[in-house]
């Protein structure tokens, strides 16, 4: 299963099913980083919105907004309680109706892998759910995390209750809930947090039961590096088929973040841009297979932020933004690149999504790949634009073009 094939059979059925955004003139923001709880968030963003939308934001991804045992939000209990250490339900309310009333989709962070009991079980551990709305007992927790649930569908999430997702009453309250941030408190779009944890035919189902505007999920598995320096390996066709096949098991109604472009453009920066095209002249990552369904991104509040497991070289975002931006998949722009690093850097990324605007680029564009080479990567889209990145000078031989934006390394041409 996998690549191209299936990929467009399921879109089919998934804008069918799920009623899910189908144009792809997608861009996403993630709207938070690792540290944002200590700001008075929602307010912070509030005064966000006009610019968020004035940018071209269809869809902003916010943190995790129900209580949680910790203060980023991804150790959830009451999950319908939404006063969080990013500020209150009324702080939240009228973030989400500002943002409604400027087009800007929020996205819900929604953490379903595991949760935090609030009293003990036979065994000791804090796996019943007793005083809060959704009062689970031992049942519903995975016995592979120490509950009397069933086997998980899943990898662990290891020192927490991990929600058994087979069970029927489990997925009937999920699903209730699901309704609620959707009818009541107003997301319009999810994205589901650590899906390694359990099998995408639940997702599947809770999409179609919840209908989002657009989902994606956070499948995030390892490159493949080869010893002994733990050097990126320029194939990375079985880590972007494992993405793929995880959306294939949600009928396509799920998109999924890119990991793989986004681990492949991180070394490909630094010099060696014959990574970014594979053995068939494609884009190497999920996007050069099921672009539709592919969620771009080069960092997150897992990977820089103040976390850093798997950061982007910070001088060649704009590298990183150019290719993106440039190119099918729906891109994300990251909220310490547009907002913390100056407003050069604000500046130069919106002027490069309103070029993806004004010349209609979207999901599905075709690639052209011209160069692939250590200094030098350049290619034509949808024969409307053409772009390169990296230290060699380049530019396209057809007078047609004229330059649409250029800075550090990069530069766009259009007709």
């Known amino acids: 299963?996998?690549?191209?094939?299936?990929?467009?059979?399921?879109?089919?059925?998934?804008a069918r099913n799920g009623g899910i955004i189908k144009h792809g003139r997608e861009i996403l923001f993630q709207a938070y980083n690792w540290e944002s709880h200590k700001h008075?968030?929602?307010?912070?963003?509030?005064?966000?919105?006009?610019?968020?939308?004035?940018s071209g934001f269809t869809s902003a991804w916010l943190p995790p907004p129900t209580q949680?045992?910790?203060?980023?939000?991804?150790?959830?209990?009451?999950?319908?309680?939404?006063?969080?250490?990013?500020?209150?339900l009324d702080e939240l309310k009228a973030l989400l109706q500002k943002m409604n009333d400027h087009n800007v989709r929020a996205m819900a962070d929604v953490v379903i892998n595991h949760?935090?009991?609030?009293?003990?079980?036979?065994?000791?551990?804090?796996?019943?759910?007793?005083?809060?709305?959704?009062?689970?007992?031992?049942?519903?927790?995975?016995?592979?995390?120490g509950g009397m649930g069933n086997k998980a569908t899943g990898d662990n999430f290891d020192g927490v209750p991990n929600i058994d997702h087979s069970q029927?009453?489990?997925?009937?309250?999920?699903?209730?809930?699901?309704?609620?941030?959707?009818?009541?408190?107003?997301?319009?779009?999810?994205?589901?947090?650590?899906?390694?944890?359990?099998?995408?035919?639940?997702?599947?189902?809770?999409i179609e039961e919840s209908k989002p505007l657009f989902a994606v999920g956070e499948y995030w598995d390892s490159c493949e590096y080869s010893p002994?320096?733990?050097?990126?390996?320029?194939?990375?066709?079985?880590?972007?088929?494992?993405?793929?096949?995880?959306?294939?098991?949600?009928?396509?109604?799920?998109?999924?973040?890119?990991?793989?472009?986004?681990?492949?453009?991180?070394?490909?920066?630094?010099?060696?841009?014959?990574?970014?095209?594979?053995?068939?002249?494609?884009?190497?990552?999920?996007?050069?297979w099921w672009p539709s369904r592919s969620?771009?991104?080069?960092?997150?509040?897992?990977?820089?932020?103040?976390?850093?497991?798997?950061?982007?070289?910070?001088?060649?975002?704009?590298?990183?933004?150019?290719?993106?931006?440039?190119?099918?998949?729906?891109?994300?722009?990251?909220?310490?690149h547009f907002y913390d690093q100056g407003v050069s850097l604000h500046d130069e990324i919106a002027k490069l999504m309103e070029i993806r605007k004004q010349l209609d680029i979207h999901s599905r564009s075709a690639v052209k790949i011209l160069e692939a080479r250590s200094d030098l990567y350049s290619a034509i889209i949808d024969d409307k634009l053409c772009m390169k990145i990296g230290d060699g000078s380049w530019c396209p031989s057809d007078p047609e073009w004229r330059l649409a934006a250029s800075g550090d390394r990069y530069a766009v041409w259009h007709k």
């Open 1 to 14: 299963m996998g690549q191209m094939v299936s990929g467009e059979r399921f879109e089919e059925e998934a």
């Open 40 to 54: 008075n968030w929602w307010n912070n963003l509030e005064d966000k919105v006009t610019d968020l939308a004035k």
């Open 68 to 88: 949680s045992l910790s203060p980023e939000g991804y150790l959830p209990q009451n999950l319908y309680c939404l006063d969080s250490c990013y500020g209150s």
């Open 115 to 145: 949760r935090i009991g609030t009293t003990q079980g036979s065994n000791g551990m804090y796996n019943r759910y007793d005083g809060i709305p959704i009062s689970w007992d031992e049942h519903a927790v995975t016995s592979c995390s």
């Open 168 to 206: 029927s009453f489990v997925r009937k309250d999920i699903i209730e809930w699901l309704i609620w941030l959707r009818k009541t408190v107003g997301f319009q779009d999810f994205r589901f947090d650590f899906t390694k944890g359990y099998a995408g035919k639940f997702v599947k189902e809770y």
């Open 228 to 288: 002994p320096a733990s050097r990126l390996n320029y194939n990375q066709n079985n880590h972007r088929q494992r993405i793929i096949n995880w959306i294939d098991s949600t009928g396509g109604l799920c998109a999924a973040f890119d990991f793989t472009t986004k681990g492949i453009l991180q070394e490909a920066v630094k010099g060696e841009l014959w990574r970014l095209r594979d053995p068939e002249g494609k884009p190497p990552g999920v996007m050069g």
């Open 295 to 336: 969620v771009t991104f080069i960092e997150n509040h897992d990977t820089g932020s103040t976390q850093g497991h798997w950061p982007f070289p910070s001088d060649h975002l704009m590298e990183g933004y150019a290719y993106i931006l440039t190119h099918p998949g729906i891109p994300t722009v990251f909220y310490d």
